[in-house]
């Protein structure tokens, strides 16, 4: 059965951090690219960042370059999201996502305010 479980989400001051993880079960980790998209309320998925299975490429959406970092542990079948310089626009549930066949997590909430 294929799992993928994310912690790690929580409320945070503007300019805080906070780190995601993602531990997936049930598939061929090591081999499958991974990504996080997030969902802010009301709107739409957006992706944020992915990276390639040997963590060889990494790609970002602007608006998180610079702050945000992913990263993965094949072998602990874990993936990574360091978030640091926190907006409020980063409010969102955030997935994480795997490629080739698609799976996905159930989401964590992130909310960034005062």
């Known amino acids: 059965q294929v799992q993928l479980v994310e912690s790690g989400g929580g409320l945070v001051q503007p300019g805080g951090f906070l780190r995601l993880s993602c531990a997936a079960s049930?598939?061929?980790?090591?081999?499958?690219?991974m990504s996080w998209v997030r969902q802010a309320p009301g709107k739409g998925l957006e992706w944020v960042s992915s990276?390639?299975?040997?963590?060889?490429?990494?790609y970002y959406t602007d608006s998180v370059k610079g702050r945000f970092t992913i990263s993965r542990d094949n072998a602990k079948n874990t993936v990574y999201l360091q978030m640091n310089n926190l907006k409020p626009e980063d409010t969102a549930v955030y997935y994480c996502k795997a490629w080739a066949p698609d799976y996905w997590g159930q989401g964590t909430q992130v909310t960034v305010s005062s």
């Open positions: 049930g598939f061929a980790f090591s081999l499958s690219a």
């Open positions: 990276i390639s299975a040997s963590s060889v490429s990494t």
